[in-house]
């Protein structure tokens, strides 16, 4: 992973779900090792990565959607799906076998799959252009960063190693050069656009409202707004970030803490450097 990305994501990870004055962050849940920020400006606890919104959000490749199941922890079920796929249409390999390789076209059939079972069953489904895009770019992540660098390919071991056991395969090799965000904005991408789905949310009555601020709707035809080549290069994706799930109250901090708070902004920034500085204006304590 290049620098701009690594700095970018946890830079966003700590403004989002960290404690910026101290630079900590839990990759899971608050921690009593985490304390809150000063004068609890956004809640009484750092509640980490794991919390729903901001950072975690639905349609997740192995977790179910915080309002109708466990979004924490690795669900067998839903992985077995992404393997059943697999099995139809993945790549052939001389070593791991007929269908055994992880392509496009099998994340691209997963996640629609995975969106139209949470847009069914979940009716406080919020998938907004940031989240909808941080879904997709677990397809680009995992098919740069956990292919095998010596051939470049993600077996079906490889991947059930990786994300069922939580350890690298044998004669497992990371990639020789840094990965950066156009190489995941490009093969996330291209798993969106085989089987589209739109940014949005659902109403109330569990019908899904497309994010018409996001797209152009004629009768035939949904087209995307983009302002650069990639899904992740999209100043709607940066601004949903760094705007709406960016507390505000940051933004009136002083000394220590608003130096590191302008430091992080800015990582965040340098990813989309053709876009206008993020304001941040999100809510506090959620």
């Not at 989240?131 to 993600?154: C, H, I, P």
């Not at 004669?171 to 089987?195: E, K």
Request: proline content about 6%; hydrophobic content about 40%.
């Amino acid at each position: 992973m290049d620098y701009d990305l690594a700095s970018g994501l946890t830079a966003f990870g700590m403004l989002a779900r960290g404690n910026s004055f101290t630079d900590q962050l839990s990759i899971g849940l608050d921690s009593k090792l985490i304390p809150p920020l000063p004068g609890n400006i956004d809640g009484n606890m750092t509640r980490g990565l794991a919390a729903h919104g901001r950072f975690e959000g639905d349609v997740s490749m192995t977790r179910q959607d915080w309002a109708i199941g466990d979004n924490i922890h690795f669900q067998p079920e839903l992985f077995a799906q992404l393997l059943d796929i697999v099995a139809q249409v993945g790549n052939d390999s001389e070593v791991t076998g007929p269908k055994s390789i992880v392509n496009v076209e099998a994340l691209s059939q997963f996640k629609l799959k995975r969106f139209l079972e949470s847009q069914s069953q979940n009716v406080e489904l919020q998938y907004h252009i940031g989240r909808q895009t941080l879904s997709y770019g677990e397809t680009g992540f995992t098919l740069n960063f956990f292919a095998n660098g010596t051939d470049g390919t993600l077996s079906v071991p490889a991947m059930t190693s990786i994300f069922r056991d939580q350890t690298f395969a044998p004669n497992w090799f990371r990639r020789s050069s840094p990965g950066t965000i156009d190489l995941i904005g490009d093969t996330s991408d291209q798993v969106l656009f085989a089987n589209p789905v739109f940014p949005g949310a659902n109403a109330p009555n569990g019908t899904y409202i497309i994010d018409q601020d996001i797209f152009e709707v004629s009768e035939t035809h949904l087209d995307i707004r983009l302002c650069s080549k990639t899904l992740f290069q999209d100043c709607a994706f940066y601004n949903n970030l760094a705007v709406d799930n960016v507390p505000g109250v940051l933004l009136n901090t002083t000394g220590v803490l608003k130096d590191n708070v302008d430091f992080l902004l800015n990582a965040i920034h340098n990813l989309f450097p053709t876009c206008p500085p993020a304001v941040p204006n999100g809510a506090a304590n959620v």
